[in-house]
């Protein structure tokens, strides 16, 4: 898979959440729009 930039279309992902059921971008989406945000460093050490 390439590298995103700013701006790009996310690709379809589907991730385990706190309820019975997988999360899944399109089902998001179908909602209205969506902002997700990454922080790779938020839960290691030092």
Known sequence: M???TV???APEF???ATGP???ALS???AA???VLAFYP?????G
């Open 2 to 4: 390439a590298d995103l």
């Open 7 to 9: 701006s790009d279309t």
């Open 14 to 16: 589907s991730a385990l």
């Open 21 to 23: 059921n997988p999360l």
């Open 27 to 29: 089902n998001l989406l």
């Open 32 to 34: 209205g729009p969506v």
């Open 41 to 45: 460093k938020a839960f290691t050490g």
